[in-house]
């Protein structure tokens, strides 16, 4: 299981948010903006990118007039369940149907009719990145697909883990519409390396979920990473015993190997983690249990700390039990 991580984003936002207004206070006119700054805009997910454009005036026009900053179009959080069919058919209109990658991630109040009419409109779109919009169904998904096959054009690269009721069916037509990977497909996917960069460039293989060999379901389905397990796939590929889902293989969030139940450590953050990798990580001073490198941030100093890195670190849950509720106890 996996904490929600709203929080988090909602930090780094904030973070971003300061940074920004502090650039603002600098920055009096477009004069003193360098060029590149223009360059980054390409690279910015939406929320970031309409942040970027309360800077100044320079910044707001490039923003809105561009095409170059709308060709790649990024939702996540904190913008993810705030985005409308609406406002998506607003933002991606201003690629003016150049758009290449549109990635929604668990953008929940997005409908198949919306995605049809930016594929309809984005004729050059090849990455779709749409997992856990749940709004979205296999039976729509395969339309905009064949929308774009009507016109000639195919997706490199299609992820729809978490869209719920893909039957093998459905899974073997959206592949169908797809071209072929142009990397090897036989390249290990693993789960530690997936998890940590969901959305990454090179090396996608051209759609996220497989038919898992365990369950028969539509699924993630990971390679093993564990040394042992991976010369045994080098010789049977498809018949390893460890290659599976989640909801088949437990895996370390770690290493991405395999765990089993009398080897299974947890981490604070409730991830599943090899005995390995739990010796290595650095252990909350009251319960003895580690946060997953992931979730570290969620850390607090011990009490009398200035935040030197010797003396350790308390999770949330001692935290609350042991000094949040001792202050309150000395305050009453
Ligand atoms: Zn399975
Ligand atoms: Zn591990
Ligand atoms: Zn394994
Ligand atoms: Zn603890
Ligand atoms: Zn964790």
Avoid at 39 to 66: G, H, I, Q, T, W
Avoid at 281 to 286: A, I, S, V
């Amino acid at each position: 299981m996996e904490i929600d991580s709203d929080t988090e984003n909602d930090r780094e936002h904030e973070a971003i948010e300061k940074s920004i207004q502090s650039m603002s206070i600098n920055v009096s006119s477009s004069d003193s903006l360098h060029e590149a700054l223009f360059l980054v805009l390409a690279y910015l997910p939406v929320y970031e990118l309409v942040v970027m454009s309360e800077v100044c005036m320079a910044l707001r026009e490039a923003v809105s007039k561009d095409v170059l900053p709308w060709l790649n179009i990024i939702v996540q959080n904190p913008l993810s369940s705030r985005l409308s069919d609406d406002i998506l058919i607003k933002i991606t209109s201003k690629s003016n149907g150049r758009l290449t990658t549109l990635a929604l991630i668990k953008c929940v109040n997005i409908t198949d009719d919306a995605l049809q009419r930016v594929i309809q409109n984005n004729p050059f779109i090849h990455k779709l990145y749409i997992p856990g919009c749940t709004g979205l169904t296999p039976e729509g998904i395969t339309i905009a697909l064949e929308i774009l096959s009507q016109q000639n054009h195919t997706l490199n690269i299609l992820h729809i883990n978490g869209i719920y009721n893909i039957t093998k069916h459905h899974f073997k037509t959206l592949q169908s519409h797809l071209k072929p990977a142009l990397h090897d497909q036989k390249k290990p996917f693993l789960y530690h390396q997936y998890r940590n960069s969901p959305v990454n460039k090179e090396g996608d293989r051209n759609i996220d979920v497989e038919i898992c060999p365990r369950c028969d379901e539509v699924r993630l389905v990971y390679d093993c990473s564990r040394a042992t397990c991976y010369k045994q796939m080098r010789k049977v590929w498809f018949k390893t015993d460890c290659k599976g889902c989640l909801i088949c293989i437990a895996r370390c969030v770690e290493c991405g190997g395999c765990v089993d139940s009398e080897e299974m450590e947890q981490a604070v953050c409730f991830d599943v983690l090899c005995t390995d990798c739990w010796l290595l990580l650095p252990k909350c001073n009251f319960c003895n249990r580690p946060y997953c490198n992931q979730h570290s941030n969620l850390q607090s100093s011990p009490p009398g700390d200035q935040g030197s890195s010797t003396s350790g670190f308390v999770c949330q849950i001692c935290h609350a039990k042991f000094i949040t509720n001792v202050v309150d106890n000395d305050d009453e």
